[in-house]
C-alpha cells in the first residue's frame, strides 16, 4: 500500500516541506462564498485514522476577499507547521482540499455535519484512503463545545467505580482547563484503619513526576546563564566520574536528564540503602554501563539525583531549597514537602498500601523514604498544589504574573530529546519520546507530555495536552495500580469529546498475560535445575559479609533450615534454598526466583557471591570481606615485626590501619586482611602471608605463593 505523506509515528525521519508552489485556486462566485463561509471557515483539529493509530491534523480555512479559499495544516507529531492547502472546495456540505507539494497528491473530501461542528469523510494519497474527522475548535466553536462540567457528568462515579475495581483505597484528582481548575477532588481514604478520608489537600508521593521539578530547575539556571544544556558536567562538577572514561568527559546536564546516559537503572543499588547522596554520587564510577553515552535511551534515577546536585553546586543551596525558592513558593504549592517526615507532619498525609500477590488482599506498607535519591522523585504533593503545577506548564513561563522560566526554557523541558521506552504503547499512543523530565506521547492524535511516578505504596500520573489548555494530575496510595493511567486517559476522552476506550479493560489483559507469563517462567526455570548435587562446603563457610564498591555490603547467614542460607541486602532478607551445586535460590522478597552464585579462590575458600541485581549488565559481584577485628590497631600489632626467611629479613610495620611488609630490593607490599592471621598481598594475586602464633604471640610467618610455601621465623 503507497504510503500517505504522514508518516507513520515510529519512522524517525523528518517530513520534508516541499517548497510552496503557486497552485491554482477554484473561483467560487463571491455571493457563493458568502454564502457558504459561515459554515466551512475556522479553526479545525482532528485526526486521520491509519491503521493500528491516530495521526493528528490541525487545519484552518478561510475565503479571501474574493471569495477564493485558502488553508493551512498542521501535523504536530510529524513536527509539520503551515502546509500550504491546494484545491480548497466549499459546495454545499461538501468540503475538500489537497497538501500542497507533497508526492501523491493528498486529499481530503468531506462532509459538513449539519450543526457545522465536524467535517468527516477520506484522506486520499497515491491510491490509499484512510477515513478522517475534525471537530470545530475555537470561538467559532464555542456554542457548539459542551462545558468542562458537562464533559465530567458521571465523573465521580465513574472513579469510584475504577477504585473498586483495581482495589484502590484512595485516589485524588486535579483537572485545569484553559488556566482554570475545573476539578480539584479526593475519592476513598487516605487511611483506612482510622477512616480517614482524602481530600484535596492529603499528600501523596508523586515519585519520579518529581523529575519535571528538577529539569525546571536545570532550565531556570540556564535563563541565569549558570548552565548550559550541553556543556560537559565536568566543567560545573569536577569530581563527576563515571566506570566509562569517554562518558565521563562527554555528559552532560542534557543528558543527565533524557536518560542516555549509558547506565541500566541499576535501582538496586540505592533502593533500600543507607547510602547518602554524596556515597551515591562517589559511587557511579564503579557502575558499569550497558551502552555507549547517547546511544540508548535507560530510565535512570541515578543521573536525576546527578542533576540535582549540579543544580545545587550552581545556585548555592541544596537541590531542595533551591527548588522549594525557585519554583514551589513562586507557585503557591504551600504544603508540598521533600521526604516523609515532613509530609507526617502536616498530619494530612496518605497511608501507603499494596496488594498482597498472594491473597489479593489490601495491606498497609511501610513509608519508602528516598531523600538521598531526591531530584529523582521525593517530592510528596496534593492535587491542590499540583493543580498550580499543571497551570504553570501549559503556561508561558509565568503563573498569576510571577516569572519563574523564560518561555523558551519551559519549551525546551517539553521538546523532544530522545526516543523512549516505556510498556505503555498502543495504537492510541503509538510512539514514547523523551523531553527534559517529561515523555512526549501523542494520545489519539493529540500531543500530549506527561510523567507518571510510582514509589513504595503510591502511585501517580501528571498529564498535560497543551494545544487544548488542558491537563490532569491523579495520586493514588497504592502500590504499582495502573489507575492513575486509566483515569487520566479517560479525561483525555472526555475533553477531547472522543469514544471512550475502555483502559481498564487492556490493563487487565496485559496483567492477566504478565501473570502467565510469569508462570510459564518459574516452570522453565525449574527445567534448568541440575538434581542430585550439593554445595562444595559445609553451609557454615558461606557466612560471611560480602562487599561491592558501588552495591555495598551483602550478608549471608545460616538460616537454621538444612540446605538453606538467610540473605540481607538493603532491608531485603530473603531465605536462600540449595538449587545445585554452589547455587541458590532465592525464595521471597522482591528478588524472588533469583539464583545467586557462590564462588571459590585458589585456596578452596569461598570468596564471592554473585547475584543479578541489574539484568542490563554483568552480575553484580561481592567479594568477601574479612572481620572488622582485624583493622584493629590491637590487633595488627601483634604481627609487627622482623621475620627471617633464608638470608633475606622481611619488616612487617604498621601505617595508619594496614599493615606492610618490606623486602630488601622489593616494592613495599600493603598487607590486605583476609580471614584468621592471613592477609593477602595487595595487588598480588595468590601470594599471601599467614602469620603463626603461640600464646598470643606471632612466633613467624608462612608466605604462601604460586610456586611454593615458605616459612619464616620471627627474630
Partial sequence: MPAPCVRPPHSRRALVRAALLAAPFLLLAAGSAAAEAPGAAGHWEGAIQIPGQELGVIVDLAPDQDGAWTGEIDIPLQGAKDLALADVTVQGNEVGFSIAGIPGTPTFQGTLSADGQSIAGQFVQAGANFPFKLVRKGDAALAGRKSPEELLAGFDAFVEAQMKEWKVPGVAVAIVKDGRVVLERGYGQRDTKAGLPVDANTLFAIGSSTKAFTALGLAILVDEGKLEWDKPVVNYLPDFQLQDETATKLMTPRDLTTHRSGLPRHDLMWYGSGFTREEMYGRLQYLQPSASVRNRFQYQNLMYMTAGILAGKLSGASWETFTRERILVPLGMESTVFSVPDAAKTGNVSKPYEVKKETEELAEMAYRDIQALGPAGTIFSSVHDMAQWLKFQLGDGTLDGTAIVSATQLAETHKPQMVGETPFVFAEKPIVLYGLGWFVQPYRGHARIHHGGNIDGFSAMVSLMPEEGAGAVILTNLNGTPLSMILADAIHD????????????????????????????????????????RPSHPLADYAAEYEHPAYGVLTITASGRPEALAMSYNGFKPLLEHWHYDVFRVTDSELKGALIAFGGNLKGDIETVTVPLETSVDPIVFTRKPPASMNEAAFLDRFVGEYSLGPQTITVARRGSALVASIPGQPTYELVPYKGTEFNLKGMKGFSVRFVEKDGKATGATFIQPDGVYEAKRK
Fill in 494 to 533: 472526555r475533553f477531547l469529546e472522543l469514544e471512550p476506550i475502555d483502559w481498564s479493560a487492556r490493563f487487565k489483559a496485559r496483567r492477566e498475560q504478565g501473570k502467565a507469563m510469569e508462570k510459564e517462567s518459574v516452570k522453565a526455570q525449574a527445567g534448568e535445575r541440575r538434581a542430585g548435587t
